[in-house]
């Protein structure tokens, strides 16, 4: 079964905290992205990579960075969290997005920031 | 801009049918995609549509009409379990994945 790991389901960070939200895949996919949910709208891409060491913006980039280092594991950081990125953020990885835009989701981590 | 439309909340019965619509403008268009996600779990992947027209997968289809920039999402003979939101995506001509906000679907004995 395919399956995607996000390291922490939930976390509580103070203000100016830095924090590390770990995903990992174990299907060998080339796609892995970043994504964060909050009630009311559609889900919102922070950071997308297509292959290791490779990394690209997504809609919401500003606050976040990302590491790819390892083709399984995408990291996503907050160099300094604020109130407002308390969210819910999901990691997803795909074989192919172009061919059928099938992504297998983590289960999520929740953040709230004090 | 680009905007996908789909009802925030809709109610049904077990084993009745539901519809839920999808509307959409993008830049381009290279799939629309449907995702299902219970409280508190990952999205999974439910039906993908390029072409119009309905694509039957057991009790759920989706339908897709390009001209009309519209989709639907028809759940057959409701189970409790089909109690979850239901996530419409659309691919750009950039294929980036642009989502609606949800339909939230319950169920009522």
């Known amino acids: 079964d395919v399956k995607v790991t996000q390291s922490s389901r939930y976390l509580v960070k103070r203000t100016g905290e830095k924090v590390f939200l770990e995903c990992v895949q174990d299907?060998?996919?080339?796609?892995m992205f970043w994504y964060r949910q909050d009630p009311g709208l559609g889900l919102r891409l922070i950071y997308f990579?297509?292959?290791?060491?490779?990394?690209e913006k997504g809609d919401i980039p500003e606050g976040y960075s990302v590491s790819r280092e390892k083709k399984e594991r995408f990291s996503l950081i907050l160099e300094s969290a604020s109130t407002n990125q308390t969210s819910m953020y999901l990691c997803?990885?795909?074989?192919?997005?172009?061919?059928?835009?099938?992504?297998?989701f983590g289960e999520g981590s929740r953040l709230t920031v004090l | 801009g680009q905007n996908i439309d789909q009802p925030t909340e809709m109610t049904a019965t077990e084993g009745a049918i539901v519809q839920i619509n999808c509307t959409y403008q993008t830049s381009g268009f290279n799939g629309l995609f449907w995702y299902q996600q219970h409280a508190g779990e990952a999205p999974t992947f439910l039906s993908y549509n390029v072409l119009d027209g309905l694509e039957e997968k057991g009790r759920f289809s989706s339908f897709l009409s390009r001209s009309k920039g519209y989709s639907y999402l028809l759940l057959k003979e409701l189970q409790m379990k089909d109690s979850a939101s239901y996530l419409c995506a659309v691919m750009d001509s950039n294929y980036q994945l642009i989502w609606g906000a949800g339909t939230k679907l319950i169920i009522k004995p």
């Open positions: 299907m060998d996919h080339e796609n």
């Open positions: 997803a990885s795909s074989l192919a997005v172009l061919e059928t835009g099938e992504l297998f």
């Open positions: 990579s297509y292959d290791v060491k490779m990394k």
